[in-house]
């Protein structure tokens, strides 16, 4: 059963107006189920709509992404099943981010890492009822980094002030979520924003743009989102990825339709080599250097 109140993802979304550079990279996405052969954890906070690995192929192609970095979310908890699955069957233009739990062994993560995984997610947004101590993140950075992995950190402005030190002592580069979920209708003299923008300047912070429909106010076509996002991708122009975030977990506002999502580029990176660097260039230094 689907968590009340939760809607399904889009199911004919538009073909995108613009092209997208060749090699782009979707740079957060997630597979869901099936439920029947992808059990989801029995503690999740709510229980999505199925989307497996073949309707995400399907609508990949359809966009325009050559590649995709498929992201554990929370309903699946710590089996990466689905999302490994989904890596190998999409071989070397996929890549993931798993959940971990501490006392995970290194032949696991050595058979992640031949799966296509490249970085562990942590996330602090209390509503979704993970509760993972700091000290069991220390345990998972100092096994995953002899592999060369990074941190991917999901967190709402009001967690910053609680976890910056610990930020700041990960030896790994650090890849923050859904443009740290800024309150975008504050604009760019928030001190969210600062906050945030005070954390870009360590280099090994980079950050996704991507979510303008989880961060408007307003809704579709989401152009109040753009001058946080146009200022971001000034701050750090290389240490910047996109995704979609199909299938849009936890919506409830509206249906987000990934083919207009996809048009939002041409706003928010209006010269062509900001695009270049979004979709192909920046992911390529995260997740293909090896």
Same mark, same amino acid.
């Given at each position: 059963?689907?968590?009340?109140?939760?809607?399904?993802?889009?199911p004919?979304? #538009?073909k995108?107006?613009?092209?997208?550079p #060749?090699?782009?990279?979707?740079?957060?996405?997630h597979v869901?189920?099936? #439920?029947?052969?992808?059990?989801?954890? #029995?503690?999740?906070?709510?229980?999505?709509?199925?989307?497996?690995?073949e309707?995400?192929?399907?609508?990949?192609r359809?966009?325009?992404?050559?590649?995709?970095?498929?992201?554990?979310?929370?309903?699946?908890?710590?089996?990466?099943?689905?999302? %490994?699955?989904?890596?190998?069957?999409?071989?070397?233009?996929?890549?993931g981010?798993?959940v971990?739990?501490?006392? %995970?062994s290194?032949?696991?993560?050595?058979?992640?890492?031949?799966? !296509?995984?490249?970085?562990?997610?942590f996330?602090?947004?209390?509503r979704?009822?993970?509760?993972?101590?700091?000290?069991?993140?220390?345990?998972?950075?100092?096994?995953i980094?002899?592999?060369?992995?990074?941190?991917?950190?999901?967190?709402?402005?009001e967690?910053?002030?609680?976890?910056?030190?610990?930020l700041?002592? %990960?030896?790994?580069?650090?890849?923050i979520?859904?443009?740290?979920?800024?309150?975008?209708?504050? !604009?760019?003299?928030?001190?969210?924003?600062?906050?945030?923008?005070?954390?870009?300047?360590?280099?090994?912070?980079?950050?996704?743009?991507?979510?303008p429909?989880?961060?408007?106010?307003?809704?579709?076509?989401?152009s109040?989102?753009?001058?946080?996002?146009?200022a971001l991708? +000034?701050?750090?122009?290389?240490?910047?990825?996109?995704?979609t975030?199909?299938?849009?977990?936890?919506?409830?506002?509206?249906?987000?339709?990934? +083919?207009?999502?996809?048009?939002?580029l041409?706003? %928010?990176?209006?010269q062509?080599?900001?695009?270049?660097?979004?979709?192909?260039?920046?992911?390529?230094?995260?997740?293909?250097?090896d």
């Open positions: 059963m689907v968590s009340a109140g939760y809607l399904a993802f889009h004919n979304p #538009k995108p107006d613009i092209s997208l #060749k090699r782009a990279c979707d740079a957060h996405c869901f189920g099936p #439920k029947n052969v992808f059990p989801y954890a #029995k503690n999740s906070s709510y229980i999505p709509v199925d989307a497996p690995k309707t995400l192929f399907q609508r990949h359809f966009l325009g992404f050559d590649r995709s970095i498929i992201v554990q979310a929370s309903c699946h908890g710590t089996d990466n099943a689905a999302m %490994i699955d989904a890596l190998i069957a999409g071989g070397d233009d996929y890549r981010v798993a971990v739990a501490p006392d %995970i290194a032949d696991e993560l050595q058979k992640m890492h031949e799966a !296509g995984v490249r970085g562990v997610r996330n602090f947004v209390k979704l009822k993970v509760n993972q101590s700091i000290d069991d993140r220390r345990k998972i950075i100092e096994k980094a002899p592999l060369g992995w990074h941190v991917v950190v999901y967190m709402e402005p967690d910053l002030p609680d976890i910056e030190t610990f700041h002592e %990960i030896p790994l580069p650090v890849v979520d859904h443009m740290g979920r800024l309150p975008v209708a504050k !604009g760019v003299s928030s001190p969210e924003f600062t906050r945030l923008a005070t954390l870009l300047q360590n280099d090994k912070f980079w950050l996704k743009v991507g979510c429909e989880r961060l408007t106010e307003q809704g579709p076509p989401y109040d989102v753009d001058e946080v996002a146009i991708i +000034g701050l750090i122009p290389d240490q910047v990825i996109w995704g975030d199909w299938p849009h977990p936890n919506m409830k506002s509206h249906i987000p339709d990934d +083919g207009f999502l996809v048009d939002r041409a706003t %928010i990176c209006p062509q080599s900001q695009l270049q660097a979004l979709l192909v260039d920046n992911p390529d230094r995260l997740y293909w250097a």
